[in-house]
């Protein structure tokens, strides 16, 4: 039933919130409010990869209940984590991208309201959702000038762009998200008036374990979904299944499977453990999971011959949807700065001091 959803929205291009909403809700609940590690198997199993967008909702999630006051959590957490509201993760702008802290939307304090000026890009929810978590620059450059903000759909001054057309990830929309003298009250303002980047690069830990399970989620299915049609389809008198080097390839498929799996899970566990090695742990999970994890949606691909190519098979989808995971919460190469491997002298150590 998902896959014929997934593959109708994904023609369509729509997001198919009413049919998810009692589906994820039935998904087992984090606990207590924020993400727990039980969500990213979850995440894989139900998500796939072109709702990755549901990653980035549960990172709002996670930064609202973990850096806002009692009044903020108790009002915006309930429907979120109910799905009766959706969140949107507002950092990157059309001239910051992997230089985030470089983001010029500005959030001028008048009285006992902030005016917020400027666009967010490539906002994954935007237009539908209906809270915007917004970086934004309440002080001088740099990260430590950035303060995070709640904006609610409906507010005076806040807009979407068009739809974006992208290559995968068609059922959910992503719209530029546009603040012209937005006015928001102070007391949305998420932690201290500075630390909106500190919040936002938290949020993201998270956000990569979610990406890199989405990945998953589409690997572990073309995988599946190769085996079946190597089972039925057959060539040079035979089922493909029976040619050694095609099970060979899918043995090799399902060991790097199960090699991101470990190391997503792991990095879970120390960042649900708020360990020190939590941040290099996501990183490297995300970095190895959503390359190891396209590859094999690619090599599923070419093991459906010609099919794959068809878009009445859903593996196609899976290329093209885990296609932006390695894109997106950093790319692999910023990693520097988040997987130690660079001594004080700054030249890269034969030995990396790894976690
Ligand atoms: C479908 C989709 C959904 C998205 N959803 C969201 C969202 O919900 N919220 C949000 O805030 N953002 C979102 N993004 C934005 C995404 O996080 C950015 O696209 C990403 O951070 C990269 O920024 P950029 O596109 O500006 O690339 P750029 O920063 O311009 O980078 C271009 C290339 O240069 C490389 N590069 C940059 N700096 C360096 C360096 N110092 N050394 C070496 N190489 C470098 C990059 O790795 C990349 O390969 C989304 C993007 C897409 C495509």
Redesign the pocket.
């Known amino acids: 039933m998902y896959k014929r959803m997934l593959v109708g929205r994904d023609c369509h291009g729509s997001m198919p919130l009413s049919s998810l909403k009692p589906w994820l809700q039935a998904a087992p609940a984090p606990q207590p409010i924020s993400a727990s590690t039980s969500e990213y198997p979850s995440l894989e199993s139900t998500v796939q990869c072109s709702l990755?967008?549901l990653g980035?909702f549960s990172m709002c999630v996670w930064m609202i209940d973990t850096f806002g006051n009692e009044e903020q959590r108790h009002r915006f957490c309930p429907p979120l984590c109910t799905m009766e509201k959706f969140a949107?993760?507002?950092?990157?702008e059309p001239g910051?991208?992997?230089?985030?802290a470089s983001l010029l939307t500005s959030a001028k304090r008048q009285g006992d309201h902030y005016i917020l000026n400027g666009s967010?890009?490539?906002?994954?929810?935007?237009g539908e959702s209906d809270i915007y978590v917004v970086?934004c620059r309440t002080g001088g450059p740099g990260p430590k000038g950035i303060s995070c903000v709640v904006v609610e759909k409906g507010t005076p001054g806040l807009s979407f762009g068009k739809k974006?057309k992208?290559v995968?990830?068609n059922s959910?929309p992503?719209r530029a998200v546009i603040f012209e003298d937005c006015a928001v009250p102070v007391a949305s303002r998420i932690g201290d008036e500075g630390q909106g980047f500190l919040i936002a690069m938290k949020g993201l830990n998270g956000g990569r374990i979610s990406v890199a399970s989405c990945s998953l989620g589409a690997a572990h299915a073309s995988v599946i979904l190769t085996r079946d049609h190597l089972n039925v389809r057959k060539q040079f008198g035979e089922p493909l299944a029976r040619n050694q080097y095609l099970q060979f390839k899918l043995a090799d498929m399902a060991t790097r499977l199960v090699a991101s799996r470990l190391m997503i899970r792991s990095a879970a566990v120390a960042l649900q453990e708020g360990r020190e090695d939590a941040v290099a742990l996501c990183s490297m999970a995300k970095l190895f999971a959503t390359e190891e994890c396209f590859a094999i949606c690619s090599q599923a691909l070419q093991m459906h011959g010609g099919y794959g190519y068809l878009k009445d098979y859903a593996v196609q989808q899976y290329v093209r949807d885990s296609r932006?995971h390695q894109?997106?919460?950093?790319?692999?190469?910023?990693w520097?700065n988040l997987i130690p491997c660079r001594d004080k002298g700054n030249s890269c150590h034969s030995h990396p001091q790894l976690p």
Do not use: H, P
């Not at 910051?96 to 985030?100: F, R």
């Not at 967010?120 to 935007?126: D, H, L, Q, T, W």
């Open positions: 990755g967008c980035n949107s993760y507002c950092l990157t910051s991208g992997s230089d985030a967010k890009a490539f906002i994954s929810g935007g970086m974006e992208k995968g990830w959910q992503t932006v894109i997106l919460e950093v790319q692999r190469e910023a520097g």
